[in-house]
């Protein structure tokens, strides 16, 4: 059924679907129904492709045409797993978050971003096979039927970027609706939440944003919604019943930090009811080493990558361990003197002289990452 959009300036990214211009549609996918409504659904001109073939009308090499690339949306099959633990590494904390992949790459644009050294190609793609998904979603939850499942489809993509064409969020809400042992996490950078108005989602689904300083989000992140857009979409879902998460992640030093996450924290508490927020995480800027000149070749005009940083652990450039603690600290005092008592503040792929430093305990006195948050969204 066809979604009706709201009014928003002509200048505004809270819609990054918009940037979309181009749909190519996989053969062997175009006769499903699900297919034929996102082509209804969307309008655009369409042409089909064999599942070997790539995308027309995208110039260049690989990242040079990566804006380019995120005009075009291929509709095709997932041919692998879409469902996985979360490659989280042993070295850091992990908060054992099941990823369900939806597709590969978004429409909008963080300088930061993981997938451009991640992804070798520059169109969108999303896997319209969906009734491959809810079966192995299916055989999951039918596998350990006493396990609590936390799971999110934020890995690859946008969780809801793309919504407004595709419509997935709906048929998510309503999947997860029934299941008892588990929660979705949906979580996105825009602020499209028009699929999401009355569903009957019993609590199962949990909408998240991403948010940073407005420094940040204005000069790195590329065609997203606004922190005022975001967050008025949050209070949204909150009227829904739905309950909230939100991720500082990535935490970035740059000048006038700590003001910039002041003012974010204070205008975040000032729209938002903290008694429905389930879990708020915390996680410094890192990266995959080949993300640099990627980054710095594409965005000439950002400083992120040209700070002070040591090799992690994990073998990805992060702060030094002193000023991850510094940022670390400012951010977890601002947010504490606010946040209700049931909500999880954690760290996103910390060690643990990080949780015990910043936050004076260590998980194991917390019974773990995994059961904090368990119990914070289980409220």
Known sequence: MPTTRTSTPSNSWADPSRFVRFLHVEESCLDLPYTREIIARSGLPYDVLSHKDEPSGISGQYPTNLTQGKQHLLLTRNRGQFFKPCPGTPEYRCCDYQVLNIGMNCPMDCVYCILQAYLNQPWLSFFVNVDDLFHELDQSFARDPERFIRIGTGEFTDSMALDRLTG???????????????????????????????????????????????????????????????????????????KLAFHFDPIIDHPGWREGYRTTIARLFEMVPADQIAWISLGGLRYLPALKSIGTSRFPGSTIFYQEFIEGLDHKPRYFRERRVELYQHIYGLLKERAHDRTCIYFCMESDEIWQSVMGFSLEEQGGLAKMLDQAVRF
Not at 189 to 194: C, D, G, R, T
Not at 199 to 205: E, F, K, M, P
Not at 224 to 230: F, H, I, K, N, V
């Open 168 to 242: 997935l969020s709906s048929k998510l809400v309503s999947y997860m609706a029934r299941q008892p042992r588990g929660v979705i996490e949906l979580k996105s950078k825009s602020a499209v939440i028009e699929n999401l108005k009355g569903l009957d989602h019993q609590g199962r689904t949990v909408m998240a944003w991403s948010l940073n300083a407005t420094a940040i989000m204005g000069r790195e992140e590329l065609r997203t919604a606004s922190l005022d857009e975001r967050l008025a979409a949050a209070r949204q879902c909150a009227d829904w019943g739905y």
